[in-house]
Structures are given as C-alpha cells and as structure tokens.
C-alpha cells in the first residue's frame, strides 16, 4: 500500500508539470484552458490519493484512471516515432564494416564551422562528407538512408560530374536525402531525365553553405540551371520550443569563414585539394568513432532527455489537444497560433530584418555566379509541415520570394503546390507531425521542376 501511494504521489506531480509545461500549447488551441485545468485537476487528485483511505482512493483514482489511459495510450503511439539515437547509426556503420565495406557516418558541414580541420596552411572549412564510402545518413519512416558518396563525398554517382551539361541543386537535408534512399529522392528523380543532376545538398546547410558550395563547385560543371532550395522551416527563421528563433543563417554568419565567401576573391580551393582534405576527415571521423565509447554518457544524458520530453507530452495529452482544437474550430485554432507567431516575429524584427538584408546579398551573389556561367537561376521554396496548420503563409514568406525575385531567380514555389493537392500532409514522411518529404514529396518536387526545365 505504501509504493502505491508513493505511485500515485508521483503520478500527480507528472501530471500536474506534464500540464504546466504545455501552457504556450494549451493557449494557441480552442477548449486548451479546460483540458489544462482538467490535468492539473486530476495532478491534484492522484497526489491526494496518497493520503485517503484505501476506499476513498479507489473511489477517487479507478475512474481518472478510465478515462486517462485510453488518451495516455493514445499520445503513446502517436510519440512513438522519433530521432535516431547516435549508437544506432554507430552500430548501423560497424556492421557495414565487418561486411567488407568502407563505412562512415554521415558527417555534416555544420560541424566543421565550429571545429574546422586543421592543415600546415591553416583552418580548413569542408563542405561535403567522405568520398567513396557507404555514407550512413538518417532513419526517419523508410528505415535508414545509406548512399554512396562521389569522389568529393556528395550524394551523387561519379558519372554524374562526367556528363556534358549539369543541373546543379542546393539545399540541406530535404536535398541530401533525408531520410529516403534508393534513387527515390528528388535530384535522382531529375537525374533520370538529366544524367548531370549534380546534388551539391548537405544536411542542416544555409544560405552561407549553399552560396559557398557555389563558389567551390560551379567552375567544374558545366551548368544548364541551378537550383536553389530553401526550406522556411529553419534556413532564416526557427520555430522551437527553446526559444530560438533564429535559422541556419544565423549561426553560419557568427563563422568569419563562411561570411567571407561574399567577397568576390574569397575561395578554399576545396575540390583542388580534395587529397588533403579526404585524409583529414578520415582522421577526424576515425577519431571521432573510436570516442564513441566515451561518449556513452552524453548519449545516456540525451536519451533520458528524449523519454522525459516523450513522457512530459504523454501525460500533457499534447497531441489530444492539437487533434481537438483542430476538429473542433480549426480556424480559431490556426488562427490563435498565427497571432502568437506573428508576435513572436513583432519582438524579433530588428534581428530578422539584419538576416533578411545578409539573406538579400547572398542571393545577389549567387545570382551573379550563376549568370556569369549563362545558368538558369532557379529559387525552389520548400514548405514545412506547419505551413498547412496555417491560415496564412509563413511570416516571412513575401520577404524571401521577393528577395530570389530581385536576384533574378524563377520561383518554383512547392508551398501552393501541395495545397492544391488537399491533402498537403501526405508529401511528409510522418504526416501531420512533419518530418522531412515522403516518395510522394519529392516525386511532386521533381515533376514541379521538370514542367519548368528544358528538354534535356
């Protein structure tokens, strides 16, 4: 009797905080205020069971327990997806490994801003992964992506680099590949048709990698177009629940390496000494592995950080909240959460207009490189899964497709693409909870694309 009154003691206090930290959620929906009150109620009540008569505690506990489990249960296998944990994909590598294969981690340029490698002629700021190996990217609803990389570790075949003419392509993860593999996403989808797609994409890329990656790689191709893709959900402007709301630019910016690639002289000269640089990746990531063990308490920390953020939204009937304000009163709903942002957006715009006016340079100048080259400036505008819980666009919307507009850039834009389809949720590979494209996402991508490009 004792552990289960210290069970339902503890029971209430979850509750009760699983509730309290839900508050910016419970605001932005229809009805959030009486479920939040209605979880801190039966906080309350689990908490006083634990010093009532074992009749009263019966009387009380059994019937909040029958009607929270079937919601608990609920919000468990709607939570069951999540990220990959680091010794899933170290393991994934060593298996690959003890079958006679180079393999590596995928390992991204962001890394290296921070903890750039170190040569006789000085700091190195790579753009790409490993060449020649089995690369181990991500897990997501398709099981793990695992690729070849090039001769300078991007996510093409060599033959590619090869071909007479190219179509180049920019962008982070959602042109990387993640998390979906077997030639079905959108730059193998183009290379079907253009055996010169050459996919220059690089997880958690911005628009500073994106215009360096221009700058390294351009002058070995041959270029019919040039594809750059941004993604609203980070690439300038971030949504978290920490607080942050500055994207990619932001940190790449406070990097004197990466902000140095608008000035027109600037080059590391990475594809020339691709030798140099193979040999210290390899040593880094080699290194980087074998730490791994060490490592088993920072993975330990995040992991219980994982279940605890699983647990707090469990209890806190998170994705019961959403799925009732939006059946509900989806208006007022989507509504509430644009105002909240839109305020958000108020508070920070000294900040954003800064990255707005860096944002606007790096596409002037990467609308001169590709000019120069007699290229076909292509801006593809990536939705995030939230754009379809909106009334309206993104905020920021207008600003970026005028700021590709006055760069001289076509715009493909996928945002109107998906929505005409009324069933936008469908092109992300966890529906409704987002995550990056499904099959269908870039099979829309890449027929978008191909109704604007010419006949190869």
Not at 27 to 41: E, H, K, N, W
Not at 171 to 181: K, N, R
């Amino acid at each position: 009797m004792i552990v289960l009154r210290i069970v339902l003691a503890a029971l209430g206090c979850l509750v009760a905080a699983a509730a309290l930290h839900s508050m910016i959620l419970v605001a932005q929906r229809p009805g959030g205020y009486a479920i939040f009150s209605l979880l801190v109620g039966f906080g309350a009540a689990f908490f006083a069971c634990a010093f009532l008569s074992p009749t009263r505690m019966a009387r009380l506990a059994i019937p909040a327990l029958t009607l929270l489990l079937p919601l608990w249960c609920f919000e468990t296998l709607k939570n069951v997806d999540g990220p990959q944990r680091p010794g899933d994909k170290l393991d994934l590598v060593l298996e690959l490994r003890r079958e006679g294969k180079t393999a590596f981690p995928a390992v991204y340029p962001a890394s290296y801003q921070f903890f750039p490698l170190s040569s006789d002629s000085g700091e190195i700021y790579p753009l790409s992964g490993i060449a020649h190996t089995k690369t181990v990217f991500c897990e997501e609803a398709n099981g793990w992506m695992v690729y070849d990389s090039d001769h300078l570790g991007f996510n093409n075949p060599d033959n590619a680099w090869t071909q007479r003419q190219h179509i180049v392509v920019l962008g982070d993860s959602f042109v990387h590949g993640a998390c979906l593999g077997g030639g079905r996403i959108f730059p193998d989808l183009l290379r079907k048709r253009y055996p010169g797609t050459i996919n220059l994409g690089m997880a958690d890329n911005g628009p500073l990698a994106m215009l360096a990656g221009l700058v390294e790689y351009l002058p070995l191709l041959n270029p019919g177009a040039v594809i750059w893709s941004y993604y609203e959900g980070n690439d300038l402007y971030h949504r978290s629940g920490r607080g942050e709301w500055r994207g990619d630019l932001a940190r790449e910016s406070s990097v004197p390496a990466m902000a140095s690639y608008l000035a027109p002289d600037y080059k590391q000269h990475l594809a020339e000494r691709s030798a140099l640089l193979e040999e210290l990746k390899w040593t880094r990531l080699e290194a980087d592995m074998l730490s791994q063990g060490g490592k088993r308490a920072v993975v330990s920390f995040e992991l219980s950080r994982e279940i605890w953020d699983k647990l707090r939204r469990t209890l806190g009937l998170e994705k019961t909240l959403v799925l009732l304000g939006g059946l509900l009163r989806p208006n007022e709903a989507m509504k509430a959460a644009n105002e909240i942002e839109d305020e958000r957006l108020k508070r920070d715009v000294p900040v954003l207009s800064a990255d707005m006016l860096l944002f606007q340079r790096i596409l002037d100048r990467a609308g001169q490189l590709i000019s120069a080259r007699q290229a076909r400036p292509i801006f593809l505008y990536l939705p995030s899964v939230e754009a379809y819980s909106r009334l309206k666009g993104h905020p920021l919307k207008s600003q970026v497709l005028n700021a590709a507009r006055n760069a001289g850039f076509e715009i493909v834009d996928l945002e109107e693409t998906m929505r005409a389809s009324g069933r936008p949720f469908d092109y992300f590979a966890f529906g409704r909870r987002g995550g990056h494209f499904s099959p269908l996402g870039h099979v829309t991508t890449a027929g978008a694309l191909l109704d604007i490009l010419p006949p190869p």
